[in-house]
């Protein structure tokens, strides 16, 4: 079953601008530009882009709250701006950067209020809460009012918020924004859990690529509203190269560790006590790179880093013009 | 269907509760309503006075009841423009809204008519408590202007949240409706009867008032609980409020649905 399909879909707005003759026409700025995509039931996907690449603007137009300039768009087979009541009791979205939990009251009545007005039946409604408060760990902040929630607390009231319903579809925006690393863990292993088990179709918007590689099975990626890419995270590696950066803390001073096979040398701080290698994970590993570095000089710390989401943009965009 | 209006008769408690929070506000609130009630009071019995004990009708007692029920029903109607739906199409809010299975209208008037009624309490009797040790008011001893009494504030309170969330909405065209609620807030609580009851005010003037809903969103409540229109002239203000407030929502549905089309949600 298809879940989501845009076909040519595309928005655009005027935008006055500030310098510009009053009476000027408007400027156009097309946000989302001809986006054609399906995503079948039981599909994970990452849609990701830069700032301002068109995420939020193609969210909108799928839950119904912002409507196409052109182009067709079906959200589990409804028309989302027509039949946008209908089409809320099945997704669930989570705007990173909003609330859907009432501000001054318990996190409990948040619950209770969300399930009432999905209608659903107070035993299921009770049963489906617990569920997600044991597993999102939620218990001891249930009397707390949101507004004194930390940011991970709250995110995670967010996500059980968004999936008590359970909705077919789950669009999450930028869910795991300003979470610390222990946070970020315990909601991507809850999602997986939830996939497992209900089939949930996901949706996820993202800067970080950490949670595209743990939770996405296919990649979306959008450059100024058009689709830059899309299949698998390795084919996007393998288009941009997967490069990736071992940082390591050396025991003494030493000079730049150039000329290691499979590696390039990115910088150094601290007279070479801190050195950036970068690597391509298809040539070699970390392993034999932190061996060949061992043999050199002695290792006290390292560190490896992954491509962040505008990296990748970047990167994608100068493969796309060497080809083109 | 029952449970439809369950969901949103939950929302109106859910506004109640969330304005409970602020208990400070209702504090200040009386304070600043007893204030006003001082001032308009001595203003408005001078008048009643200098006139030789008789004013269009107003006697020093039945002015005073104007005075300190009108101060008492403005934590409850809220006669000012704001509004939930202004503010969360301003901050972008408004896209969570529209993400729930419910009629945005609806569940924003619920909500804004549970924050007015929260008011009964902590603002509403204690600022009538204040008028009748300080100048003392002359409320009937019947029953029935009560009763009628209390239906009337109830539909004030409930236009009220009509009236708001129909200039609210207005904000999904132009963003930032809060011009247009200053010069709601203006207009509207001068000819709601707010500072000089209507029939003090020139004919041309009330004839204007009476072509908005705003006389009834408070002088017919005060006019139904202070006794002074009663019998079947009591229903007849009822009705009229009653009209009011299908024509207010219907204005503000039509408005919700045409607004949603060509709303740009704020912020990414």
């Known amino acids: 079953m298809t879940v989501i399909r845009t076909e040519e879909l595309t928005r655009s707005f005027a935008r006055k601008g500030t310098r510009r003759h009053p009476l000027a026409r408007p400027e156009q700025l097309t946000a989302v530009d001809g986006l054609t995509l399906t995503v079948e039931a039981g599909e994970s996907v990452g849609y990701i882009g830069a700032n301002g690449a068109g995420k939020s603007t193609t969210i909108k137009m799928l839950v119904g709250i912002l409507v196409p300039t052109s182009g067709t768009v079906r959200t589990c087979g409804l028309e989302p701006v027509r039949q946008r009541r209908t089409l809320a009791g099945r997704v669930g979205v989570v705007f990173g950067q909003r609330s859907a939990l009432w501000w001054d009251l318990p996190l409990r009545d948040s619950f209770e209020l969300l399930t009432a007005i999905h209608r659903i039946p107070a035993a299921e409604a009770s049963a489906r809460t617990a569920d997600l408060v044991e597993r999102l760990e939620m218990g001891p902040t249930l009397g707390t009012p949101v507004r004194q929630l930390s940011l991970g607390q709250r995110m995670r009231g967010e996500v059980a918020a968004a999936l008590l319903h359970r909705p077919e579809l789950v669009i999450l925006d930028e869910p795991t924004i300003g979470l610390d690393v222990l946070s970020k863990q315990r909601l991507r292993e809850f999602l997986i859990e939830q996939r497992l088990e209900h089939g949930t179709t996901l949706l996820l918007t993202t800067h970080d690529m950490g949670d595209v590689a743990r939770l996405c099975s296919r990649v979306v990626l959008v450059d100024h509203g058009e689709m830059a890419y899309d299949g698998t995270l390795d084919g996007l590696a393998a288009q941009v190269g997967a490069e990736r950066v071992l940082v390591v803390d050396l025991a003494e001073p030493h000079p730049d560790l150039t000329g290691l096979p499979g590696s390039r040398h990115l910088g150094s701080e601290g007279e070479g006590l801190r050195q950036r290698l970068a690597f391509d994970a298809t040539a070699t590993t970390a392993a034999a790179l932190l061996a060949q570095v061992s043999a050199r000089v002695a290792v006290v710390d390292l560190a490896i880093e992954e491509p962040d989401v505008e990296d990748v943009v970047r990167r994608v965009y100068l493969a796309q013009q060497r080809d083109g | ?268």
Request: charged residues 10%.
């Open chain 2, 1 to 268: 269907m029952r449970s439809t209006l369950a969901v949103y008769l939950r929302l109106v408690r859910v506004g109640l509760r969330t304005q409970s929070a602020y208990p400070l506000a209702a504090v200040a609130g009386v304070a600043a309503n007893a204030m006003f009630g001082l001032i308009k009071a001595s203003i408005l019995l001078a008048a009643v006075a200098s006139a030789g004990g008789a004013l269009r009708g107003y006697d020093a007692a039945t002015m005073a009841a104007y005075v300190w029920v009108s101060q008492a029903l403005i934590g409850l109607v809220q006669p000012w423009g704001g509004s939930q739906i202004a503010a969360s199409t301003r901050s972008g809010q408004v896209a969570v809204e529209l993400v729930r299975p419910l009629d945005v209208q609806g569940a924003h008037i619920a909500d804004d008519v549970g924050r007015g009624l929260f008011g009964v309490l902590p603002r509403t009797l204690p600022t009538l408590a204040v008028g009748a040790l300080t100048t003392g008011l002359f409320l009937p001893h019947a029953l029935a202007p009560y009763v009628l009494g209390v239906g009337s504030a109830l539909l004030a309170v409930v236009l009220s949240s009509a009236c708001r969330y129909a200039l609210g909405v207005l904000g999904f065209w132009v963003v930032d409706a809060r011009g247009l609620q200053t010069l709601y807030m203006v207009v509207g609580s001068f000819l709601a009867g707010l500072f000089v009851p209507l029939p003090l005010m020139p004919h041309w003037l009330q004839a204007l008032a009476a072509a908005t809903p705003f006389p009834s969103l408070l002088m017919a409540p005060v006019d139904v609980i202070s006794g002074r229109v009663t019998g079947p002239a009591a229903y007849a203000v009822l009705a009229h409020q009653g009209l009011w407030l299908i024509a207010a929502w219907a204005l503000g549905a039509v408005l919700t649905r045409a607004g949603a089309r060509r709303l740009e949600i704020q912020g990414g």
